[in-house]
């Protein structure tokens, strides 16, 4: 969150671009071929559309020539930055290829204990997530104009581009640009408002989100189990809003020790499988310090939103985590978000309360919990506070 100690701010205009703005926004829409051979039918961009384009120049980082410096916007008063070092802990590393009995036990052991770990043998094949982390670092390669179509600054916009962070409330900027896509499950005609660019886009994102949702609610059936609730609990209204998919992509930083790639935050959806790159950066809270988590090979990362926290009365529990930046590589991460419908009520699981166990969370709807989150910020304690009873 932001803090109040944070030095002389800036807000996050245009201006701390000023750089791209002069060499990419004005020469790219004055020899757009778009504008340029855009014949007379055709609508011409109304000044707000030019406006949000010129927007997406400015903004998007991954549009920008170079980042000799991080521009003052981007630099964390001292007690936020990331320190030098942190502890190297592994998270646990599941293979879910293992007996059923065994899996159950190490999913919700690890679930309760640190409630981040790493899952393998999943199901999902290595082709697909391949093809998916090479599209989606494609995008960000594409040239800014065409990235700039599908830039919004719209937060209720399901499918668009960013940059920075939803989890914020304040004006820091984060070193990240983010892609956000909504997934019917199956995906079916929800993919038409993805970017059709690269062209591959569409038709990798159905191949990997697809199977990827399935680990999700196998892992959410083996949990339940584990915690005594009926298998089926989470299927249906609780995981049935549209999958969405984040795309998180750090461009190299110049100064990686003076900002973030994302803030501290918990998680807002039920379960959530993160591809993290083989380039690291997730940091996860442990004990009052930050840990990486070291990166294996198509494994998803797994850690639970506060949702679920709420779901099973506090059984398992949302663990912050942010991501770092670094100096020399492009890091794309892909964050698979498991939702529930928007308007049935979560609350705890009747069968995890009883004598001396009484209801730890009120009972919400994922809309009126969206709108509590968005006033007081990602922060565990602050989520906590308003939901706890
Ligand atoms: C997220 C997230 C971490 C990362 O998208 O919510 O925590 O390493 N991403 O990109
Ligand atoms: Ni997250």
Request: one cysteine or more.
């Amino acid at each position: 969150m932001g803090s109040p100690a944070r030095g002389p701010k800036k807000r996050a205009t245009s201006l701390s671009f000023g750089m791209s703005v002069k060499h990419f926004g004005y020469i790219a829409f004055v020899s757009s071929p778009e504008l340029l051979c855009s014949p007379a039918h055709l609508p011409v961009p109304s000044s707000q559309d030019f406006q949000i384009k010129q927007r997406a120049m400015a903004n998007l980082l991954s549009s920008a020539p170079i980042h000799a410096s991080l521009p003052d916007c981007f630099v964390f008063p001292p007690d936020q930055r990331p320190p030098a070092s942190s502890q190297a802990v592994s998270l646990p590393v599941i293979d879910l290829s293992r007996g059923r009995d065994e899996v159950r036990r190490a999913v919700l052991d690890a679930g309760k204990e640190l409630g981040f770990f790493q899952v393998v043998n999943h199901g999902v094949s290595a082709e697909a997530i391949r093809d998916m982390e090479a599209v989606c670092a494609e995008f960000f390669r594409l040239p800014a104009e065409e990235k700039a179509a599908f830039y919004s600054e719209d937060t209720d916009k399901p499918n668009r581009l960013f940059s920075s962070t939803t989890y914020e409330l304040g004006d820091e900027k984060y070193w990240r640009d983010c892609l956000r896509l909504a997934c019917g499950s199956p995906v079916g005609d929800t993919k038409n408002n993805w970017p059709d660019k690269p062209k591959k886009l569409r038709e990798v994102v159905e191949k990997f989100v697809e199977p990827t949702r399935g680990v999700g609610m196998e892992l959410l059936r083996l949990l339940c189990e584990g915690m005594g609730l009926r298998p089926d609990y989470f299927e249906g209204d609780l995981t049935g809003g549209d999958v969405i998919i984040n795309v998180n992509h750090y461009p190299p930083c110049p100064a990686p020790g003076l900002t973030l790639g994302l803030p501290p935050h918990c998680d807002r959806n039920l379960i959530t499988l993160l591809l993290q790159s083989t380039v690291p950066g997730l940091q996860v809270s442990y004990k009052g310090d930050w840990i990486n988590v070291e990166s294996v090979p198509n494994a998803f990362v797994v850690n639970f939103g506060h949702l679920l926290e709420i779901a099973t009365n506090g059984v398992l529990k949302s663990i912050e985590h942010r991501a770092m930046t670094n100096a020399a590589l492009a890091r794309t991460s892909v964050a698979t978000f498991i939702m529930p419908a928007a308007d049935i009520p979560i609350g705890p699981a009747e069968e995890l309360v009883g004598e001396g166990n009484p209801p730890r969370y009120r009972t919400v709807t994922f809309d009126e919990f969206m709108r509590v989150y968005k006033t007081v910020g990602a922060r565990r304690e602050s989520v906590e506070k308003a939901f706890k009873l």
